[in-house]
């Protein structure tokens, strides 16, 4: 159902804390893949790639161009693009699964938690391979997740996590 697009670059030690949520989201068929969008890592995230049954889409440049490369490969329905800090929260899958069964197929995001109980900065973005193409994707440059939650607005919804 869902394709997670991971942004890498020397990503070892931050890949140890993410793929660990997404296992059991793939055991019950929520993650149908997961790509790792690489700039050249030369620690361990290719064995790491290798030994979790990533794809791995190697691309120079930045969180932004490696984001449109790792959408590009995607084939499921939905997309959860990371940004390049790999952070989701433990909770993720509660509201994500929420959303797509309720959520008539609108672009989503999980934020950072924020001051004051807003929403702080994008961790993610949940959206149909549909919106974002619709979207023009990912683009260079700056915060890619927040650009492409620009364009997608007004129809995207904050996932509370």
């Known amino acids: 159902m869902i394709t997670v697009v991971l942004p890498t670059r020397d990503s070892a030690a931050r890949l140890v804390h993410v793929l ?8 019950d ?9 690489d700039a050249g890592s030369t620690d361990a995230t ?4 290798e030994d979790s049954g990533a794809r791995v889409v190697t691309v120079q440049g930045d969180v932004g161009t490696r ?8 084939r499921s329905a939905w997309i959860l693009a990371l940004g390049e800090d790999l952070v ?6 509660t509201p994500v699964e929420a959303h797509l069964a309720g959520g008539g197929g609108k672009p989503a995001w999980i934020a950072a938690p924020g001051m004051l109980g807003l929403a702080g900065r994008p961790l993610a973005v ?7 193409e619709a979207a023009s994707g990912f683009k260079p440059g700056g915060d890619p997740l927040s650009a492409l939650l620009r364009r997608l607005k007004p129809k995207a919804v904050r996932l509370r996590t």
């Open 20 to 27: 660990p949520l997404l296992v059991p989201a793939a055991v």
């Open 29 to 37: 068929g929520l993650v149908k893949a997961v790509v790792f969008a």
């Open 46 to 49: 290719l064995a790491i790639a």
């Open 67 to 74: 984001l449109a490369a790792g959408v590009a490969t995607v």
């Open 88 to 93: 989701l929260p433990e909770a993720w899958r």
């Open 126 to 132: 949940l959206a149909s391979r549909e919106s974002v």
